[in-house]
């Protein structure tokens, strides 16, 4: 088994494991020969919010070779907050530890799988230039369990019903400082809600007040936009049947503020937001990294019902 990649693109790399490290103390990196998933199960995290996300190995490597007797596929789990310390070490001279070190902003950061004490590593070495212009590499490493097929296997993407509806979010970080705002009314859950006509409601409760806020003259992209495989009889009878509704109509689900904010940290990465609301049963977030025509990536974020009152 053996892995090694140049990682080119070192600040995206720390921005995409930035927005998944609140979530759990530990994610499972899967490293295939075109794409790296980044997954972050509900079972083990509050409110059971999960993350699938899939990033194209372009986007992020250069020089990347990966060899298993898997089908060239490694799948490790490993502190998310230790690669994000790593990482951003890695990023440049702004970080406490590469100022120390001294080196320059043109460094080189390579990725592999080692073994440091008879441990599985998953070793950072980055080499630059000091500002007198010697050269110089930093090691750092992260401690790594290197997973089994049965642990594999029991990783299991969410079932969820047909969408009905799927809306163009606004800024996540406009929405984020709205959504704390609203936390000194939100016990009970946000009701996070969105119509055909372009129109998005969040809406808190309590026994003496109920707010609200809109966003409206937003876009409702069809399923072909969000670069998702469907099956294309369910995509010819979502069309029927959005034409047969109200399109005023507001679809919503009620989610626990604490998990919306947890997704809301990808606002970091996020240039294009899709979110897709299966009415009192989930809302599904596509984060995209890049435009969603050639994005480098997407974050799929699943976040479940937390009660059906209210809608």
């Given at each position: 088994m053996r892995f090694r990649a140049t990682i080119e693109n070192v600040d995206t790399f720390a921005k995409i494991v930035q927005s998944v490290e609140k979530l759990q103390k530990r994610c499972v990196i899967k490293f295939a020969e075109h794409e790296m998933r980044i997954i972050c199960p509900g079972d083990v995290n509050e409110g059971g919010i999960q993350v699938w996300s899939q990033i194209k190995v372009s986007s992020?490597?250069?020089?990347?070779?990966?060899?298993?007797?898997?089908n060239n596929e490694i799948?490790?789990?490993?502190?998310?907050?230790?690669?994000?310390?790593?990482?951003?070490?890695?990023?440049?001279?702004s970080s406490a530890q590469s100022a120390s070190s001294g080196l320059t902003t043109d460094t080189q950061v390579i990725m592999k799988l080692a073994k440091k004490a008879d441990k599985s590593v998953l070793s950072f070495e980055m080499t630059g230039l000091t500002t007198t212009g010697r050269s110089i590499t930093v090691v750092q490493h992260v401690l790594i369990d290197v997973l089994r097929h049965a642990d594999i296997d029991r990783l299991k993407e969410p079932m969820c019903p047909e969408p009905d509806v799927?809306?163009?979010?606004?800024?996540?970080?406009?929405?984020?400082?709205?959504?704390?705002?609203?936390?000194?009314?939100?016990?009970?859950?946000?009701?996070?809600?969105?119509?055909?006509?372009?129109?998005?409601?969040?809406?808190?409760?309590?026994?003496?007040?109920?707010v609200e806020v809109g966003w409206g003259g937003l876009t409702n992209p069809t399923m072909s936009t969000l670069l998702i495989p469907r099956d294309p009889a369910s995509q010819n009878g979502d069309a029927e049947e959005t034409e047969a509704k109200d399109p005023a109509h507001m679809h919503g689900v009620s989610v626990s503020h604490k998990c919306l904010l947890k997704f809301l940290n990808s606002h970091v990465v996020s240039t294009t937001t899709i979110a897709c609301i299966c009415e009192k049963h989930c809302v599904i977030l596509y984060v995209y990294i890049g435009n969603v025509a050639d994005a480098g990536g997407v974050l799929t974020y699943y976040i479940p019902a937390r009660f059906d009152d209210g809608m």
């Open positions: 992020l490597f250069t020089d990347y070779r990966i060899q298993s007797n898997s799948t490790i789990s490993l502190s998310s907050e230790a690669l994000l310390a790593a990482l951003r070490s890695a990023a440049g001279p799927h809306i163009l979010l606004p800024s996540l970080a406009k929405l984020r400082t709205v959504v704390e705002r609203l936390r000194p009314l939100a016990a009970d859950g946000v009701i996070f809600r969105a119509n055909h006509k372009g129109e998005l409601q969040l809406a808190v409760n309590t026994d003496n007040a109920r």
